[in-house]
Every structure is written in C-alpha cells, then in structure tokens.
C-alpha cells in the first residue's frame, strides 16, 4: 500500500541554487503531479515569495497537498519553509509587477492599449529576472564556446524559432558561418555537425523532442553545445551543455520573447566582437 504521509528528505536547501541541483537529482524519480509542481517552481520562481499555497496549487493545476508534499520532497518542514528561502531571494530585488497586471485585468483594461501595457510590464520584469539572476560566469563561458566555433549550428522549434531565426540572420550578418536546422521537407541535417563546430539549442516547456534529440546527438559527437532554456526539469540540463536560464513572465497565457531576445542578441553581437578581434 502506498503511503500518503511526509514525504522524508534530507535537510532543506539553504539557497536557490541548493534548491536546484536537488530539483535536478530528483526529476526522473517524481510523480507526474509533484513534476507539474516543480517545472512551476522552475519556470515563476519569483511568485513563489508573494502567492499563497492555494494560489500557486491552482496555477500548477494540483491540489494544495501536493504542493505541500513537494516541498517535503525538498527537504522542507512545509510550504512556508520554501517560501522564507525564496522571499529572501527574490523579494527584495524585485517590485510586485504581477499586481499592477492583476488589477488591470480586474478592472477590464482589455483593450489593445491595456494590453500593451501589460505586455510592456511583463517585458521590463522578465528582463529584469534576467539581469539579476543570470550567472555572468556561464555567458562568458557560451560566448567563447561560440566564439572558437568553425560554424555555429542552431536549433529551436515553436516558440523557440524566432530565437534560433533572428540569432541565425544576425550571425550571417556578421559574416559568421551559421547554419540554422528546421523541419522543411524532414531533412534530416544532423550530419552537418562536425567537430570543431557548436550547437545552440533553444527550447522551452513544453519541450520539442527534435531539440532535445538534435543536443543529444551533438554532444555525442563531441559538438559543445550552448542551450537557452527555462525549467529546472528541461532535459537540455541532463547534457553536458552550458545552460543559460531565462524566465518570461506571461500576461494570461501568452509569454512574449523579450528576455529571451535580449540573451540573444547579447550573445551573438559579443560573439561577433570576440571573433573580429
């Protein structure tokens, strides 16, 4: 019989980034309702420090107790325990922009000028997560590694091919040798990988198989790869790839790019720099 009781663990992390190296020991052994809650965690970690349990339960699409056992999974007494960790985090740094989007969608702003507003203030957060959390270590380390690159290959389907596009159209402009994959006519050009070139592998939950599967095969190759992605569960994580994480915060169910763009185009344009020198 299967218990419904604690769930033990060791003790709690004691930082964000403790917290996500045990997301990442744990995501192949989690219950299908205890993975919706960490992908949640992974992708709006912010929201963590200023949203009930209830709140965030609902926005996971589980039951509170779920989300509790999930936090118990980490090693916490309780959700109120996870949350300290993440108010301390994030709460200082950040103004509560999710307010000012709810109190327009309460009051029925829901014409293009409200919705252009909030569009625009979703931007200017989701560039401000970006600014703050993104390890400048791990950007210096992808520029090099694109930098050194004979080509640079790129991949991103869905959502992720206006990245993967406009990196692809900038490179060319630079006189660069890049070579963008896609799905036209299923032509497979995996086989173009060849050592001494990179990978960009861009994808967001949920993810696009022909990604993850393209980053695979070129790390098997021995092709560096740098991947841009969003949930600590994304599985471009499992490879030895360097990871750049970006968060973009949504306005109903519609996530715009503009973190997303502006990692972008910083890493192509300081690609660029470092390879005319």
């Known amino acids: 019989m299967t218990s419904s009781g604690p769930i033990t663990a060791p003790a709690p992390p004691g930082t964000i980034e403790e917290l996500q190296a045990r997301l990442l020991s744990l995501d192949g052994s989690m219950p299908k309702r205890l993975k919706q809650c960490a992908d949640f965690v992974a992708e709006k970690p912010e929201r963590i420090a200023v949203s009930t349990v209830a709140d965030l339960a609902a926005e996971a699409g589980v039951q509170p107790s779920a989300f509790v056992r999930f936090c118990q999974l980490l090693g916490f007494s309780g959700y109120s325990e996870m949350q300290r960790l993440f108010r301390e985090a994030y709460a200082p740094r950040r103004p509560d922009y999710r307010t000012r989007l709810e109190t327009l969608r309460a009051s029925g702003q829901d014409s293009a000028g409200a919705l252009l507003g909030e569009f625009v203030e979703a931007g200017r957060h989701s560039l401000e997560l970006l600014a703050g959390n993104l390890d400048p270590d791990l950007l210096d380390r992808a520029v090099a590694t694109l930098a050194d690159a004979r080509t640079i290959h790129l991949v991103g389907f869905r959502r992720s091919f206006p990245v993967v596009s406009y990196m692809a159209y900038a490179l060319e402009k630079m006189e660069i040798p890049a070579m963008l994959h896609g799905a036209i006519g ?27 599967e393209l980053a695979t095969y070129a790390c098997g190759r021995g092709v560096p790869v740098v991947a841009i992605t969003d949930t600590l569960t994304s599985p471009l994580r499992r490879l030895d790839a360097t990871v750049l994480s970006v968060s973009e915060v949504d306005v109903g169910a519609f996530r715009a790019l503009s973190a997303t763009l502006c990692l972008a185009l ?4 300081a690609t660029g720099a470092r390879t005319s020198r």
Do not use: M, N, Q, Y
């Open 266 to 269: 910083t890493l192509v344009v």
């Open 186 to 212: 299923h032509l497979d050009a995996r086989h173009a990988l060849t050592p001494g070139d990179a990978l960009i592998a861009v994808s967001f939950a949920p993810h696009t198989p022909a990604t993850v």
